[in-house]
């Protein structure tokens, strides 16, 4: 059985039950997915996403796992992560994926992180930040149908590719795009965006053989192998989640992620009395709630207020009132729950299971959005292989 560390490598003694809230994050089932997506991906490379500090599991740690389990490189979306990374001794090549203000690109490049160019003038300021410790890695983004950042056409990532080019301070380390639909595997708009992208990749390539060519995320990873090409940037599959929001194990994938708390109180209640601010569930007949010291100022929304399941003893039961933002009811009737048990929110207890993908259906959001929003305030406890 994996045993708990914190983040810094010491052990953590003792029980994760009977804790307020709690994040058990399994590194080993990180690690593992990483190898799964490496064979998936053959002579491609594995670039494990760890911005939003891991997707809400930890960025450091699963940093450390998705490289034992065969990522090459790892990305962030800002320069603050990249230097965190730098920070905590993560020495792995690092991409800086989002847009970056004149500050933000010398905290970036002075972490030796690689950078992403759609525009002319941010060459220039790369140029202008560039140390004389050796050229700042550029990767240059086409807008292949994402309708966000990168050059609008062929031929504006062109001018920007030949900006870099004419500096001696500069190198191309990369050409990229993002996919808008990959997830929707009914959408063909997919395969247009491989038709725009692939051009554009291989003539920089032909003039540049070092340079990486990237467009694949978690999704187009599983969807198809043409869109793999030299490196895949894989994110929400690194934690076990289901880039389809299906189920993950389908996918030969390992859910990272849990979310604990326990039972602080069971009530009876009678027919006519509620739970919770405006009344929103009442009694219809005599019965039993637990009380679990968990809610929305942990991450666990407020919209799954009469609408999801908590795990007690193995077993389901409703969350029923509405969430507040530090305790949620659920009614447990005459089964046998008391003061002390674990409760599970997100995770597996016995045979039953509470994925993020179920949440998110409940919510109408995705699974991405319930890892990241599980909130600073509960703290997470890094499980090695």
Known sequence: MAAPVRAGGETRAGSAERVRALAPVDLGAIERN?????????????????????????????????????????????????????????????????????????????????????????????????????????????????????????????????????????????????FATADDQGSDFFDEQLRRFRPFAEELKRSHPGCIAHAANSAAVLRSDDAHFDMARCGIAVYGMDPFGEDASLRGLEPALTLRSYVAEVKALSPGESVGYGRTWVASAQTRVAVLPIGYGDGYRRGLSNAAEVLIRGSRFPVVGTISMDNLTVEVGDAEVAIGDSATLIGTDGAERVSAEELAHRLGTINYEITCGVSARVPRVHLAP
């Open 34 to 178: 990483c190898a799964t997506l490496r064979r998936r991906l053959g002579n491609a490379q594995l670039c494990a996403v760890v911005k939003a500090d891991g997707y809400g599991h930890g960025a450091t740690p699963c940093a450390r796992s998705a490289l034992a389990g065969g990522a090459t490189w790892l990305a962030v979306a800002t320069a603050t992560e990249a230097a965190a990374l730098r920070d905590d001794g993560i020495g792995a090549p690092l991409l800086v994926m989002g847009a970056l203000t004149d500050a933000e690109l010398g905290v970036a490049l002075d972490a030796g992180a690689d950078v992403v160019a759609w525009r002319e003038q941010f060459v220039r300021a790369v140029e202008a930040a560039a140390t004389a410790a050796g050229p700042a890695r550029v990767h240059v983004k086409l807008d292949t149908g994402m309708g966000r950042l990168g050059a609008k056409d062929a031929g504006q990532a062109h001018a920007v590719a030949a900006a870099v080019d004419a500096s001696t301070r500069l190198e191309l380390a990369g050409v990229m795009t993002h």
